[in-house]
């Protein structure tokens, strides 16, 4: 690359390839000087890229590797190429911008008009990397007086500002193209200036070379920004979507670049105040004004005031950049009226459940104090539900017996078909069974299906059954235990107990035990997680299910029974938030918004999944639901011996297609029907069967609560 120059002075490195016969003679000859000094980069520079997480191939080795010389500094460093150099310092960027939205920011040609604001302006462009290349123009040259606002020194007093810029941007970027105008904007250059340009930022103090300015971004249909620096003003004039609109927003009513040229700051002063608008300027700047050719030779800047500057026009055009929304107009980044707004800040209210009482579940004995059609009831609706959101309508009656019917209202998107409530239907039926044996009712009971609409109807008779009796107290006790377990593992005997207790009710179990297996589970399940979250329907439903301590806890979850931890807890604030969701799932990110589910998996001793036989291409509503029997069987199984049970409910439990799953997550059906035929096939669930439900097994301490159901009363 050429040295760049201005004025006579360099601005531009000069980059040299070692490998290039020409370049490694001018690098030769660099080091016999004796006064350019070396540095090499290159390996500490490697070892940032290796630490970087989810690394892609930027194509470059060793052999685009170069070596850097700064004329005006007698410097020479060594660097690897551009892409890595760019992906190694805009890494923190992400993903307050995505790797794809700074590739398309990389593409944009900035020009910046005036380089005092114009330099804070360039600077945070480039140090952002937002641009492709920059075009600076300045015919003025730095004074002492500057330095109140340009980071400059005194050993630049005298150099063109522009080429002040432009050195400070290579230091930073030697790869990032900069074209320096030393005479500033002039009709001679104002053609090539403007050819190719993205983005003009006008920041100049001369009023005819603004509109002469303004009348070129009509021309070529490029959007002008310019920032004022008092009261944080920015004004935004969108030429390129309005190419007919007036300079200025109109406000110089008809001035043309006649009228404005050669002007003194005194004479500057009206039309300032009019692009300005007295009204909104501060007070401190407005005061000035009125001492300027008195007191004052030129209006007053803060290099605070400028830094400002140079971070609300790169906000502007990241979105113009990005397509996103920025229409003409004005608004004020106003500092001192934020300063004058501070407050003490509210800190997040930690839930507060001193003050909630819920009942516990009814015992045998409190059972046995009801009415029997009343009692059977209160078991049915004991059973459990995704969610807790008890997808049922129970009804019972002294004289004939007990009906349960499925509610379509309580239905949620994971829920797909109704059959995770057609399953939580067959489980009320089966406690409604359990009961109806305890005491001596039971009957004959069915379950029926009519489009959206499944019944199960136990009738009063006067039978009994050992086996179902024998589970009223499971049907009691049974709840979700969602805390960790100790990995202990399980015993073989109590498997085969669980495998025993399904089969009665035509259920199978396959389940995992194995570390490496339940380390691949929990991948999967958290996998779905992230899926989950990243839906916007089945997001809103998953936190629309939490019950915190001032809501009505007889359905959902009650928050306590997640057993989270105090970072889970803390992190529940943000995941429970739909646009950070939406800003994850747009840079394909969330790995760790399954780490709930990876965590508790991996401390497990088994995961099984209770599965029913079926006929035909798929099965009906009602094989769910007399699978719900089998759900229940085995739960109370393993309440029974004394392990925590936990239902873990994937993305893709219910879906049984294809279409059925990019229904439910929808821009994930690739990703899900991968997730689920790998799930299947750990547990190794044959084509033959479907999946009622499945449960996480450990070893762990008590719930520290149980979520509560709505009171069941015959009607």
């Known amino acids: 690359?050429?040295?760049?120059?201005?004025?006579?002075?360099?601005?531009?490195?000069?980059?040299?390839?070692?490998?290039?016969?020409?370049?490694?003679?001018?690098?030769?000859?660099?080091?016999?000087?004796?006064?350019?000094?070396?540095?090499?980069?290159?390996?500490?520079?490697?070892?940032?890229?290796?630490?970087?997480?989810?690394?892609?191939?930027?194509?470059?080795?060793?052999?685009?590797?170069?070596?850097?010389h700064y004329p005006w500094l007698r410097r020479a460093v060594g660097l690897p190429g551009p892409r890595t150099m760019r992906l190694v310092r805009l890494d923190r960027n992400r993903n307050k911008l995505t790797r794809e939205e700074q590739d398309r920011l990389g593409s944009l040609v900035v020009g910046v008009v005036g380089q005092s604001v114009g330099h804070a302006i360039a600077h945070t462009l480039a140090l952002e990397g937002v641009c492709a290349e920059l075009r600076l123009a300045d015919f003025d040259s730095l004074e002492l007086a500057n330095l109140n606002r340009i980071?400059?020194?005194?050993?630049?007093?005298g150099l063109n500002k522009a080429v002040i810029t432009a050195r400070r941007i290579a230091e930073l970027d030697p790869y990032l193209p900069v074209t320096v105008y030393p005479m500033g904007i002039t009709d001679e250059v104002i053609d090539e200036f403007f050819d190719g340009l993205s983005v003009v930022v006008e920041e100049c103090d001369s009023l005819d070379v603004k509109l002469a300015v303004r009348e070129a971004a009509q021309r070529y249909r490029v959007p002008l920004l310019m920032e004022t620096s008092d009261r944080g003003l920015l004004d935004v004039e969108r030429y390129d979507l309005e190419p007919g609109r007036p300079p200025f927003h109109g406000m110089l009513n008809g001035a043309g670049r006649a009228d404005l040229r050669g002007l003194s700051t005194r004479d500057k002063a009206p039309y300032v105040i009019r692009i300005l608008d007295a009204q909104g300027l501060s007070t401190d700047f407005a005061?000035?004004?009125?001492?300027?050719?008195?007191?004052?030779?030129?209006?007053?800047?803060?290099?605070?005031?400028?830094?400002?500057?140079?971070?609300?026009?790169?906000?502007?055009?990241?979105?113009?950049?990005?397509?996103?929304?920025?229409?003409?107009?004005?608004?004020?980044?106003?500092?001192?009226?934020?300063?004058?707004?501070?407050?003490?800040?509210?800190?997040?209210?930690?839930?507060?459940?001193?003050?909630?009482?819920?009942?516990?579940?009814?015992?045998?004995?409190d059972l046995s104090a009801l009415p029997v059609a009343e009692a059977v009831a209160v078991c049915a609706g004991l059973a459990p539900s995704g969610g807790n959101v008890q997808p049922w309508s129970i009804t019972s009656d002294a004289a004939d017996g007990i009906r349960i019917e499925l509610d379509p209202a309580a239905s949620t998107g994971m829920d797909i078909g109704y059959r995770g409530s057609a399953v939580a239907v067959g489980a009320a039926l089966y406690n409604a069974r359990v009961a109806a044996a305890a005491y001596g009712v039971l009957g004959d009971a069915e379950i029926t299906e009519a489009p959206a609409k499944l019944t199960a109807t136990l009738r009063w008779g006067t039978g009994?059954?050992?086996?179902?009796?024998?589970?009223?107290?499971?049907?009691?006790?049974?709840?979700?235990?969602?805390?960790?377990?100790?990995?202990?593992?399980?015993?073989?005997?109590?498997?085969?107990?669980?495998?025993?207790?399904?089969?009665?009710?035509?259920?199978?179990?396959?389940?995992?035990?194995?570390?490496?297996?339940?380390?691949?589970?929990?991948?999967?399940?958290?996998?779905?997680?992230?899926?989950r979250y990243l839906t916007p329907v089945l997001h809103a439903e998953m936190f629309a299910e939490l019950r915190w301590p001032q809501d009505d806890l007889d359905s959902g979850l009650d928050l306590r029974t997640m057993e989270l931890a105090p970072d889970e807890l803390?992190?529940?604030?943000?995941?429970?938030?739909?646009?950070?969701?939406?800003?994850?799932?747009?840079?394909?990110?969330?790995?760790?918004?399954?780490?709930?589910?990876?965590?508790?998996?991996?401390s497990s001793s088994a995961l099984l999944a209770v599965c029913f036989g079926f006929e035909g291409a798929e099965p009906t509503l009602i094989d769910y639901a007399k699978a719900g029997a089998a759900v229940q069987r085995v739960w109370i199984e393993a309440d029974r011996h004394g392990l925590a049970v936990q239902p873990m409910s994937p993305v893709f439990l219910y879906a049984n297609t294809r279409d059925e799953i990019g229904a439910a997550t929808p821009g994930f059906e690739s990703e899900v029907t991968e997730l689920r035929e790998r799930f299947l096939k750990l547990l190794t669930v044959p084509a033959t069967e479907a999946v009622a439900l499945v449960l996480r097994l450990g070893h762990a301490a008590p719930a520290a609560t149980r979520s509560i159901r709505r009171a069941r009363t015959p009607r």
Not at 311 to 333: D, H, N
Not at 512 to 528: F, K, Q, R, V
Not at 582 to 589: D, H, V
């Open 1 to 68: 690359m050429n040295v760049g120059t201005a004025d006579g002075r360099e601005y531009r490195p000069l980059v040299l390839d070692p490998a290039q016969d020409g370049d490694a003679a001018v690098l030769e000859g660099l080091r016999s000087r004796g006064d350019v000094a070396f540095l090499d980069l290159r390996e500490p520079i490697r070892a940032e890229l290796a630490d970087i997480l989810d690394l892609p191939d930027t194509g470059e080795g060793p052999e685009c590797d170069r070596w850097v």
């Open 151 to 157: 980071p400059a020194s005194v050993f630049d007093i």
């Open 570 to 602: 803390a992190k529940l604030a943000i995941a429970r938030r739909p646009d950070v969701m939406a800003r994850i799932r747009a840079f394909g990110g969330g790995v760790a918004l399954g780490e709930y589910s990876r965590d508790r998996v991996r």
């Open 287 to 365: 005061a000035s004004l009125v001492e300027i050719d008195q007191t004052l030779s030129s209006w007053p800047q803060l290099g605070g005031d400028v830094q400002l500057g140079g971070a609300t026009v790169a906000a502007a055009v990241r979105r113009i950049g990005l397509g996103l929304p920025l229409p003409s107009g004005r608004t004020r980044v106003d500092v001192q009226r934020c300063l004058d707004e501070l407050a003490p800040p509210v800190a997040a209210a930690e839930p507060d459940w001193s003050g909630v009482t819920a009942p516990g579940p009814p015992s045998v004995a």
């Open 464 to 531: 009994t059954d050992h086996d179902l009796a024998r589970d009223l107290p499971g049907v009691t006790t049974r709840h979700t235990n969602r805390r960790p377990g100790t990995g202990a593992a399980l015993d073989p005997g109590v498997l085969e107990s669980l495998v025993r207790a399904a089969h009665p009710a035509g259920g199978t179990v396959r389940a995992i035990t194995e570390p490496d297996a339940l380390e691949t589970a929990a991948t999967l399940l958290a996998a779905s997680d992230r899926i």
